[in-house]
């Protein structure tokens, strides 16, 4: 809503705005560019122009909607889905993504459903087996083990303290 409202404040002609992803039509001036980059930042946004930026930003944004919101993520092999949904081949987009954020996809999944674990005790709805299954963990020892190794604590450890300092998404 942020860049869909700058973008008419500031005339440009646009064919469609997504999460993490805007087209404007046509070239802007370098004057219209500065201003759009300047207006973005304020909302706490940026522009990215490079390539393996954005395609590493929209790896990230797939990775976090299937995490924290797809209920049918057990069902989803990650490698076939990033694939299919930006038509490269996995080896290529792993590259591509660990040389933009100094991390393999799977260690920022991991960090993902981590954090997704987090949110679902402190909700206190769903029993760690219920949590494991629905992240797809092989077993609750297995989701056990990931979030002692990670966060130092165990899950119920962590539960009993009601702790609710989560990480912002975009930082994880």
Request: proline share 2%; net charge positive.
């Amino acid at each position: 809503m942020v860049v869909k409202s700058e973008l008419d404040r500031l005339r440009l002609n646009y064919s469609s705005i997504e999460l993490g992803e805007t087209e404007i039509m046509g070239d802007l001036s370098t004057e219209q560019m500065n201003c759009l980059k300047v207006v973005l930042k304020t909302a706490g946004l940026e522009v990215i122009e490079d390539k393996k930026s954005i395609l590493a930003g929209k790896i990230r944004t797939i990775i976090m909607e299937l995490i924290h919101y797809n209920e049918e993520q057990s069902k989803i092999k990650l490698t076939d889905y990033l694939s299919k949904k930006l038509n490269y081949s996995y080896p290529y987009l792993s590259n591509i993504f660990s040389e933009v954020n100094g991390t393999t996809i799977e260690k920022f999944c991991l960090d993902q459903k981590l954090e997704r674990v987090k949110e679902l005790l402190v909700y206190d709805e769903l029993s760690l087996t219920e949590i494991a299954w629905k992240l797809n963990y092989n077993s609750v020892s297995h989701l056990s083990n990931q979030f002692k190794k990670r966060t130092g604590l165990s899950p119920t450890r962590f539960k009993n303290l009601k702790y609710k300092n989560l990480s912002p998404l975009g930082d994880v």
